[in-house]
């Protein structure tokens, strides 16, 4: 995908958001309706009606959202409807934005399906390979 160099900060900082425990999960069968707000690594495998605040979401492939995102860092298979406010997106193949999008830096993989406004900047600069380290939480 030559979008990155091969070791760049997006990819290490990728790596250890992976590595993480996940702390939350909203099981498939669960329909939430009102905001959440989380702490540490949320897997969202149902339906939210609601704002999302947190720090590092994975949105699975069952997963749906309508509602706003404010996140670190957020991973998407599953399909929302809403503005993303992220330090790093990653868009996988079969997941569907729709919404503004502003994350500091973007991975989009190829059958993602992305309609809407999209900023990739830090401060806003120039989009670069290196964004992810300006506004990342360093651990």
Known sequence: MGMFAKNSPHDQDMKKVEAEAISSIIDKTM???GGITFKGKARIDGVINGNI??????????GRINGDIVVSSFNCYGVIEGNIK????????NCSIKGK????????ESGAAIQGEI???VDG???TASNSLHDAPQP
């Open 125 to 127: 600069g120039a989009a």
């Open 53 to 62: 605040e947190g720090e590092h979401l994975v949105l699975s492939e069952t």
């Open 101 to 108: 999008l502003e994350a500091g830096s973007l991975t989009v």
């Open 119 to 121: 900023r990739v900047a």
């Open 31 to 33: 329909i939430v309706t």
């Open 86 to 93: 992220t330090s790093m997106l990653t868009a996988r193949k």
